[in-house]
């Protein structure tokens, strides 16, 4: 079995690994980095779809799923995921193409041949392709996202993709369940820090709204539209909040995938109560009259980029009443990111100081240091391990550490480096 790195090493973004099975070529991952404004998006190394034997999609994320459209261009191959990844994906990648209009070497007619394709997996259904076979499993990051277990020749690679390995509120923990294996694929993300603890964070967050209802204020939340928004709802109802909960944006289409797939989340009856006793806003004239008396707003975009999340910035920046939550990560070079450093929104032209009051709270999706060292201590075997999904430097030091700790040979691969087990 050989791997090659295609994407997604020393960087967050354009994941993509190619595992050749003795003439069996599986695709894990196929995705987009986004560059700063202005700068054209990055993709992994290119790969001929007639050469693959098939395409397998961890999760939904962009990084991930978003550059699998090309190579439906001139040519097919199976591609299998969730069938909430499915769903998920190609409400992603149709907004991206929306936003992004002939940014990519692909559009619509490409994302539906994909779907066309589309083979839908459970987990821990064993597919068999060739030389190989492989199976999903829960990974605890977003609503049908996996890892992957690949066998072939009684050698057995593990690729974790992104993982949450304590699960949230609505998922279920990581499956580390996988055997004995020989080659381990792990993200980096935050193999150099530890988060404070989801229940810390989620009652920190029901303090502040309820300061801000105090004060007849309008708390608003913007938030991923993929699990992050639909979180902060049932942490909210669950912490017996008792003010109107608003959703808009996105976040209305992704509820909508996940009542599809109930058996995909950790409490299906808290998302259930939780959405259903929100109000959601379809229309501008809603946005305006839902803003008349103290409540919460949940809308994408999690780093204020677009979408809805900007004209509610608008709005509610200059009243010390009101409140700002940020519980997404905030990129470099975003409204968001320049909001927690400055204290300033753009507006019509000029930067002004906000007056509402603005907290960050930790809401990872990702598993932090303390929860990828535990992780690693439930592989069994001797494999050699890759760190990838992480700066350049997360990714050399969570690889040291892994063999410091383990005695495991670890690299921090390159971009087309190549191991064989």
Not at 46 to 66: E, Q
Request: proline share 4%; aromatic share 8%; net charge neutral.
């Amino acid at each position: 079995m050989e791997v090659q790195v295609l994407g997604a090493a020393n960087e967050v973004g354009r994941s993509g690994f190619l595992v050749d099975c003795n003439g069996t070529k599986l695709l894990l991952d196929y995705g987009v980095m986004f560059g700063k404004r202005g700068s054209p998006p990055q993709y992994p190394l290119h790969v001929k779809p007639k050469d693959l034997d098939a395409i397998l999609i961890t999760h939904a994320h962009l990084d991930h799923s978003g550059n699998v459209p090309s190579l439906f261009v001139s040519g097919n191959t199976d591609v299998y995921a969730t069938p909430p990844t499915f769903d998920l994906s190609k409400l992603l990648i149709n907004d991206m193409l929306k936003i992004e209009k002939n940014s990519h070497p692909f559009d619509l007619p490409e994302l539906n041949n994909m779907m066309k394709n589309a083979k839908e997996v459970g987990f821990k259904q064993k597919v068999t392709k060739g030389n190989a076979s492989f199976e999903f499993r829960e990974s605890g990051h977003v609503i049908g996202g996996s890892t992957v277990l690949v066998e072939s020749e009684k050698k057995k690679l593990f690729y974790t993709g992104d993982i949450k390995t304590n699960g949230s509120r609505m998922l279920r923990e990581m499956d580390t369940d996988i055997g004995e294996i020989d080659l381990l694929i792990t993200e980096s993300t935050y193999a150099k820090t530890e988060q404070i603890p989801r229940k810390t964070s989620e009652q920190q967050l029901i303090e502040f709204a309820n300061e801000v209802m105090d004060r007849k204020g309008i708390l608003f939340i913007p938030s991923f539209s993929v699990e992050r928004s639909q979180e902060m709802a049932c942490i909210l109802r669950s912490g017996n909040f008792k003010h109107k909960i608003i959703m808009d944006g996105m976040a209305l289409k992704v509820n909508e995938i996940m009542f599809k797939h109930p058996e995909y989340l950790r409490d299906p009856k808290i998302f259930s109560d939780a959405i259903k006793s929100s109000t959601a806003i379809r229309e501008h004239a809603e946005r305006k009259r839902a803003m008349e008396e103290p409540c919460v707003v949940i809308s994408p975009a999690g780093m204020l980029v677009g979408g809805n999340a900007v004209y509610y910035l608008q709005q509610l920046s200059f009243d010390s009443k009101n409140g700002i939550a940020l519980v997404s990560y905030q990129g470099e070079g975003t409204p968001g990111k320049k909001l927690l450093d400055t204290g300033k929104v753009s507006t019509r032209g000029s930067d002004l100081n906000v007056q509402a009051e603005v907290k960050q709270f930790q809401f990872s999706g990702h598993a932090d240091k303390k929860e990828l060292f535990e992780m690693i201590k439930t592989i069994k075997g001797n494999p050699k391990v890759w760190t990838v999904h992480g700066d350049s430097e997360s990714c050399q030091i969570f690889a040291q550490e892994i063999n410091e700790q383990f005695g495991l040979e670890t690299y921090a691969p390159m971009v087309n480096d190549k191991i064989t087990i």
